[in-house]
């Protein structure tokens, strides 16, 4: 395992419900990262996390809503989604260092899959 | 714009034989290249990154990649395949873009090593 947990691992959910990913790194990173995988697609980024702080944010609907309570967690919550919501959404971190280029290595945790039916 | 390619969709090899997996890319500025791996039901592993020095760059579970700076090109090889190699491979490239963190993914490769 890498070090990086994903829960639930399935979710099903209406497209009027509220439900939460969560994330957790053991792995004393200090970037975190949302990816969106859909079939025969690039993998998406969603959403970039460093210290904390929402770095990078790519165009993503607002029904999706990240949190990042400490460098160790990181939430999607997720509100009236469409059924093309439906993918693998897979949390990733880093060690990144002061000053650049960035070249970190990321660690991906499992992933959830959802279907939004 | 930054980005990353890996033609072919899937990638069929014969255990023992020797493998490669195509990715080229486009950056501006010098480019930081990585590998992925994707088993069933699994997130991404990493295999192997390209920063600067030597073109070959040696990764896990045997894996190599090649840096072709004129051919803009970081192919993944091995030289004799194992069944259980059979996975989704994905080529990344870090995007440049001042001031950004993203790193530009491939669509993937699926290899499939026959027995």
């Known amino acids: 395992e890498t070090g990086v947990t994903q829960t639930p691992r399935h979710l099903v959910m209406g497209m009027t419900n509220k439900k939460s990913l969560k994330c957790e790194q053991h792995l004393g990173h200090n970037a975190m990262y949302w990816y969106k995988q859909s079939a025969k697609k690039p993998l998406e980024l969603m959403f970039v996390y460093n210290f904390k702080e929402q770095t990078e944010n790519n165009s993503v609907p607002s029904r999706f809503s990240p949190e990042c309570p400490n460098s160790s967690h990181l939430f999607l919550h997720l509100h009236t989604l469409q059924p093309e919501d439906s993918a693998l959404y897979l949390c990733?971190?880093?060690?990144?260092?002061?000053?650049?280029?960035?070249?970190?290595?990321?660690?991906f945790g499992p992933g959830t899959r959802l279907t939004v039916l | 714009a930054q980005s990353v390619a890996q033609p072919e969709d899937q990638v069929n090899v014969a255990e023992g034989n020797p493998l490669t997996v195509k990715c080229t890319y486009s950056v501006s500025g010098n480019p930081y290249l990585f590998w992925y791996v994707q088993y069933p039901n699994r997130g991404l592993q990493f295999l192997l990154k390209?920063?600067?020095?030597?073109?070959l760059v040696k990764g896990s579970y045997g894996f190599e990649a090649e840096f072709n700076k004129s051919q803009t090109s970081f192919h993944l090889k091995k030289p004799s395949a194992l069944v259980s190699d059979s996975a989704l491979y994905f080529c990344a490239v870090r995007d440049m873009t001042a001031g950004t963190y993203k790193y530009i993914f491939g669509t993937g490769t699926r290899l499939k090593v026959l027995a």
């Open positions: 990733a971190s880093s060690l990144r260092t002061s000053g650049g280029p960035y070249t970190d290595t990321q660690y």
């Open positions: 390209y920063i600067t020095g030597d073109n």
